[in-house]
């Protein structure tokens, strides 16, 4: 099993940064592709960003350009820079994990993006 723990999320004005975190735990040898996702009031959760072990990257294309995943093998941890913030950006962002057999989410972190 996997555990993850996010943290980071916040309130920042429009234009101002953030740095989420994905701390893994657990089997996370079983683990092929990390990644950001974000669900706004009333809308479906969508693809921010994913990360595989083999630290190839894919965005939507709506944060292209703006933010930023990477890892830290050693920490286990998955982050996401998002720079010049949108108030469309504002949502619960949650980690994932997949992989073998597993499907993980994290519990999810409030950024709000005010104009």
């Known amino acids: 099993q996997v555990q993850l723990v996010e943290s980071g999320g916040g309130l920042v004005q429009a234009g101002g940064s953030l740095r989420l975190s994905c701390a893994a735990s657990?089997?996370?040898?079983?683990?092929?592709?990390m990644g950001w996702y974000r669900q706004a009031p009333g809308q479906q959760r969508e693809l921010v960003a994913t990360?595989?072990?083999?630290?190839?990257?894919n965005y939507a294309d709506s944060v292209k350009g703006r933010f930023t995943i990477s890892r830290d093998i050693a920490k286990n941890t998955v982050y996401l820079q998002m720079n010049s913030l949108k108030p469309d950006d504002t949502a619960v962002y949650y980690c994932?994990?997949?992989?073998?057999?597993?499907?993980?989410w994290g519990q999810g972190t409030q950024v709000t993006v005010s104009s």
């Open positions: 657990g089997s996370i040898f079983s683990i092929n592709v």
């Open positions: 994932n994990a997949d992989g073998f057999l597993l499907l993980v």
């Open positions: 990360i595989t072990s083999g630290g190839s990257t």
